[in-house]
């Protein structure tokens, strides 16, 4: 089934996933620069135990974005297949509304009700 989306809208979206892309990309990289060219001393161990805290920290929400710029490549790859606003499990359209607040979403706000409720359910 192909996107019932105007071209005009999935350009739309495009913009929109390249731009977060592309600030996701950035905020990596000044993770990274600012922790190879940090070059703390701290002879205090509650300064040096702070200084690693806030790192671990760091590195978890860029491991998060990291899964984030995943899902953003595949929902660009979902516009160029033409399948972007369709719901990966009943085939049916994903609201504009929903796209625009989850861009990246493979899943129409009813099947994603029915998952949660099972993962909600399972998990009890």
């Known amino acids: 089934m192909k996107t019932s989306l105007k071209p005009e809208k999935l350009q739309v979206f495009r913009y929109m996933l390249n731009q977060k892309m592309n ?20 002879p205090d161990p509650n300064d040096r135990a702070s200084l690693e805290s806030d790192r671990n920290f760091e590195l978890r929400i860029r491991d998060r974005e990291r899964k984030l710029i995943v899902k953003i490549q595949e929902a660009i790859k979902r516009i160029d ?44």
Do not use: H
């Not at 000044?30 to 070059?39: F, L, R």
């Not at 929903?98 to 359910?121: F, G, N, S």
């Open 23 to 42: 600030e996701l990309l950035d905020e990596a990289e000044k993770t990274v620069n600012d922790m190879t060219t940090g070059k703390e001393n701290f």
């Open 81 to 124: 297949d033409g399948v972007f606003g369709i719901c990966e499990v009943c085939s049916g359209p994903i609201s504009e509304k929903r796209l625009m607040a989850r861009p990246v979403t493979t899943q129409c706000i009813d099947c994603k009700t029915k998952q949660e409720k099972l993962e909600k359910l399972k998990g009890e």
